[in-house]
């Protein structure tokens, strides 16, 4: 069964660095009539060069972009062209980590006070305490809920990142480089809580990156991208033996592949 379906998914978007003139500003099309479909439960790695609208996909399939043209339906409700107010009845399902949680998270408030932001906004019983058990789901415990995110190192404040999405036990996360701004030991071990929580709630994910060892061995499905298109996809470990695409293989190429500690993603 499909959580997520593309039917010819089209975006454009303002050119903001194009001079106005008193006009509206030119668009760009970004993504060019993708289509693909995301299974319930399965880890898609969405990867390609900067530039290639990897992460702007990410962001369309969670509706913080409207799709210009074609369809997009999440578990078989068409979404393409909900307004804010029909769609917010699903926003709880449809939840982004992003990339930098020292700029997602509020330097102002506690880290209790931001797992349970949005769990107040969609009226969950008792959100403190909910927050309490999404920060000991992601190895943090209860103690760090009065921490502020200064007090936190880089992998401690990207698991905030990561309860305040899964608190509110969505369908379907959008991970938009989550571990690229941390070392390889931190990466493997948040590459390890991902699984383990993907597989304890039943997750379907999406998952940016241009790193191609992470998307190895987190992702079960591939997306390539190139200029807004899909130039490949399928199955991770048959695109990385044998990939079509010239493309692909100098992506493989050009990237080093640095070994991750299996025993980090089997704990």
């Not at 409700?77 to 939840?95: K, V």
């Not at 509110?168 to 493997?188: K, M, W, Y």
């Not at 499905?221 to 200029?227: F, G, T």
Request: include cysteine; aromatic fraction near 4%; proline fraction near 6%.
């Amino acid at each position: 069964m499909n959580l997520i379906e593309a039917r010819d998914l089209t975006l454009s978007l303002p050119d903001l660095n194009a001079k106005k003139l008193l006009r509206p500003a030119p668009r760009v099309t970004i993504l060019r009539g993708l289509s693909f479909a995301i299974p319930q439960g399965a880890c898609v790695g969405i990867v390609g060069e900067s530039g290639s609208g990897k992460s702007t996909l990410g962001r369309t399939l969670v509706r913080l972009y409207e799709p210009t043209a074609g369809t997009l339906t999440f578990a078989g409700t068409d979404i393409t062209h909900l307004s804010a107010e029909a769609i917010r009845p699903l926003r709880r399902d449809l939840q982004v980590i992003f990339q930098d949680p020292s700029s997602s998270l509020n330097p102002r408030r506690t880290v209790g006070s931001i797992v349970a932001a949005p769990l107040k906004l969609h009226g969950v019983p008792d959100p403190a305490a909910r927050a309490r058990q999404a920060l000991d789901e992601v190895g943090l415990g209860a103690a760090f809920a009065g921490r502020y995110p200064h007090e936190l190192s880089g992998g401690q404040r990207q698991r905030v990142g990561i309860a305040r999405a899964v608190a509110l036990e969505p369908r379907f996360i959008f991970a938009d480089e989550i571990v690229s701004g941390l070392d390889t030991s931190t990466q493997a071990q948040v590459i390890a809580l991902l699984k383990t929580l993907q597989r304890e709630h039943a997750l379907t994910i999406a998952f940016v990156s241009h790193d191609l060892s992470v998307v190895r061995h987190l992702c079960d499905e591939l997306i390539v991208m190139s200029a807004g298109e899909i130039i490949e996809s399928g199955r991770t470990a048959e695109i990385f033996d044998r990939p079509q695409h010239r493309e692909t293989q100098a992506l493989k190429d050009a990237i080093p592949l640095p070994e991750i500690d299996p025993d980090w993603l089997n704990a």
